[in-house]
């Protein structure tokens, strides 16, 4: 069986060409993150695996649920996934689309871990030096570590800046040892 992500991968491109061509690709990403979340929802995710509910039927409850918040061709895609069994798929596709947006906008994710909440301003100092470096614009997503002990922890991708007291102290234990 193929990855999650090999498999979601088309429907999120094509998801991505129709959204762009259309110039609505915000209206796409909150149309799949909704989606996302209805497929996680326990009582569809067993409607999902139930091999007694025929896809139509399984993609009828998927658009009820979201009835007057689908456009037509987010229906198509419900119903397309449903036929193909991959409405399970659905979270993955949500974030492959994101990537694919993200890319489009000049928008890198970046997640900040802190051992204290930040305020405001310092939240804003940070974005603006990362996207600096970077020369794009970031989107913070920012998590509390207590483990940090002080300072802050950057993930871009699969660059980390690690300013944490953690990590200073982890780096010289390392220099004592040697």
């Known amino acids: 069986m193929a990855e999650p992500s090999t498999l979601a991968r088309p429907y999120a491109e094509a998801a991505f ?4 061509e259309s110039a609505k690709l915000g209206e796409w990403s909150d149309t799949l ?9 326990p009582a569809i995710a067993a409607a999902i695996h139930d091999p007694n509910l025929s896809a139509p039927k399984v993609a009828g409850i998927f658009i009820g649920v979201l009835a007057g918040r ?20 659905l979270p993955e596709i949500a974030l492959q689309f994101e990537v694919l947006k993200n890319a489009r906008e000049g ?5 900040i871990e ?26 913070p997503q ?10 802050v922890r950057v993930v871009i991708g699969d660059k980390v800046i690690d300013g944490s007291a953690r990590a200073q102290l982890t780096a010289l234990e390392a220099a004592l040892k040697h």
């Open 17 to 20: 060409r129709i959204a762009d």
């Open 107 to 111: 928008v890198i994710e970046a997640q």
């Open 142 to 151: 920012v998590r509390i570590d207590a483990d940090l002990i002080a300072g």
């Open 33 to 41: 993150s909704n989606l996302a979340q209805v497929a996680t929802a």
């Open 114 to 139: 802190s051992a204290f909440a930040l305020d405001a301003a310092q939240l804003t100092d940070i974005v603006s030096r990362l996207e600096r470096r970077t020369g794009k614009r970031v989107k």
């Open 70 to 89: 689908l456009t037509a061709q987010a229906e198509n895609l419900v119903r397309v996934l449903a036929e193909n069994r991959r409405l399970e798929l």
